[in-house]
């Protein structure tokens, strides 16, 4: 087998690795990317941020909170804000408003009324989606039962709450909003690693590895080039190949670092290359599980 073809090979099953759990793939079996471009672009063109971290501030949610009935949203409003995880309500009384007001301001999280004049909330529902497909969205709404719900499912509602009357459906509804909106904020999170990872995978612009069982199950090309290697030459080796004698910290000392760490983690490494060299190089690092085992994903540039 070629080392073009093995090379494919090895891109493919690490992107099907980390798309493991997700149904976001093509009729043809081949993983999508949000933001994906089929055209190579140059290095020298492209700024790609290292994605933003899994975990964020819960008290910076942002909530619109729609109801027709002005009286009812300044209670919502005020009693939502009592709740530690919800920073701003904004209220509008229609749908018609409350779309003007999401196209100026960003919101974590919509919650409306059902029943309104005009436009009710399942119709405003369909307006987000057009233009947000993936924000929150919560009915919230005293109207209607098990037909309503349903049909709010079908429609692409995020939760349904009904009223009650009393003060505890409040506390029930703000744990729906900061639950909907971490759940958003971890997917939006994931699908940008992901485009990030396969643009380094694919366009060369760092080198990417996967250390499995103690040898490497992955190298990109550029990561072997940047060590002097072929990809062929450490599929199937140690990473101790790359420990540099003198080095205070050595190559395989943050592998053991990042695959006992829960979140990624920079490390700043003497390695040894294949002519005898000793590069510095970055390394970001962390534990993934990959082809169903625990597993180290890394990413390397050279050092400053």
């Not at 109801?67 to 229609?94: C, F, H, M, W």
């Not at 971490?182 to 994931?190: A, N, P, V």
Request: charged share 25%; hydrophobic share 35%.
């Amino acid at each position: 087998m070629s080392q073009k073809t093995t090379q494919s090979i090895h891109e493919t099953t690490i992107r099907r690795a980390a798309l493991a759990g997700s149904r976001r793939v093509s009729s043809e079996g081949t993983p999508l990317f949000r933001g994906e471009t089929s055209g190579q672009v140059e290095e020298s063109h492209l700024e790609i941020p290292i994605p933003a971290t899994l975990s964020r501030d819960a008290d910076s949610v942002r909530v619109l909170h729609v109801d027709d009935n002005p009286n009812y949203g300044e209670l919502t409003k005020t009693i939502l804000e009592r709740q530690d995880a919800i920073s701003e309500v904004s209220t509008e009384e229609n749908a018609i408003a409350a779309i003007e007001r999401l196209r100026s301001e960003d919101f974590d999280c919509i919650v409306s009324d059902y029943d309104m004049p005009n436009t009710d909330g399942l119709d405003l529902l369909e307006i987000v989606r057009e233009e947000h497909p993936d924000l929150p969205f919560i009915l919230f709404t005293g109207k209607g039962g098990e037909e309503i719900a349903s049909e709010a499912i079908t429609a692409g509602v995020t939760d349904y709450v009904q009223k009650k009357g009393s003060t505890e459906q409040y506390e029930v509804l703000a744990n729906r909003i900061t639950n909907a909106v971490e759940q958003h904020r971890t997917q939006q999170c994931f699908w940008d690693a992901l485009s990030w990872y396969q643009q380094l995978v694919t366009q060369g612009l760092a080198g990417v590895f996967v250390v499995q069982n103690g040898e490497f199950a992955f190298v990109n090309d550029r990561f072997a080039q940047l060590l002097g290697y072929e990809p062929d030459e450490m599929f199937g080796r140690s990473p101790t190949i790359l420990d540099a004698e003198a080095a205070s910290v050595t190559f395989t000392d943050c592998l053991q670092r990042a695959r006992d760490s829960e979140s990624t983690e920079a490390y700043e490494v003497t390695a040894s290359a294949a002519d005898g060299t000793n590069p510095s190089v970055e390394i970001h690092a962390g534990p993934v599980t990959y082809a169903g085992e625990s597993s180290c994903l890394g990413v390397l540039w050279e050092g400053s």
